[in-house]
């Protein structure tokens, strides 16, 4: 009996690490990543090709397509994005969304909803997504917004909710209040491979 509930025990424990850490396959040498959202994909405050999507196609050795628009909002973003995985067929969105709705105040539920959207037109067509949380923009950067937090729990998707609250938290890695600068979109492609590696994509 004591060794049964041993193993039933260790079972539930590797079922949690799998919830934690959802694997994925490995991107082909020809895959296309679409690397989707707002000025943080965009690269503003890089110098030219700076950008993260730029440094993260270098370190891969993949295609990686900057879909980032400054400026937009997330309910934008949910319109602009079908087209785009028809077009491209991507083996994998990377989302990075949603800050110029925090910066807007707009409320978090219908920022929550248009992700989660954007997650599921990825889903419809068998595309792998892993998306960044944003903070709560303030004087002092903690943490990602917690509806980050909520999605990639309820969605089950790959996450890394630590590195552009990190980064935007770093006067040395900002090129103004709320955007990178070489350095800091450097240190988001690394972590974004980083978190690419964990789960089995790269």
């Known amino acids: 009996m004591k060794i049964f509930l041993i193993a039933v025990a260790l079972l539930c424990g590797c ?19 679409l ?19 730029s440094v993260l196609a270098q370190m891969s050795g993949r295609e990686v397509i900057n879909e980032g628009v400054p400026g937009e909002l997330s309910a934008q973003g949910r319109q602009r994005l079908p087209a785009l ?3 491209y067929r991507p083996d994998l969105l990377i989302l ?11 409320a978090a539920e219908q920022t929550r909803d248009n992700l989660k959207a954007m997650i599921a ?12 949380g ?4 303030g004087v002092v950067f903690l943490r990602s917004a917690k509806i980050y937090e909520e999605i990639a729990a309820s969605e089950g998707v790959p996450s890394d909710l630590d590195t552009v609250p ?10 103004d209040a709320v955007h990178p600068n070489d350095s800091g979109y450097r240190h988001l492609a690394e972590n974004i491979a980083a978190l690419l590696q964990k789960h089995g994509a790269l």
């Not at 919830?19 to 990543?33: F, G, Y």
């Not at 037109?121 to 960044?132: H, S």
């Open 15 to 33: 079922m949690a690490c799998n919830r934690s850490a959802p694997t994925m396959s490995k991107l082909p040498d020809n895959a296309v990543i």
């Open 35 to 53: 690397a989707f959202g707002d000025s943080l994909t965009y690269g503003t405050g890089a110098s030219a090709q700076h950008d993260y999507p």
């Open 85 to 87: 995985l028809d077009e």
């Open 96 to 106: 990075i969304h949603g800050g110029n709705d925090i910066l807007q105040q707009i």
């Open 121 to 132: 037109e990825a889903r419809q067509r068998n595309i792998p997504i892993v998306i960044l």
């Open 134 to 137: 944003v903070p709560a923009f």
């Open 166 to 175: 990190n980064i935007l938290a770093n006067n040395a890695l900002k090129s």
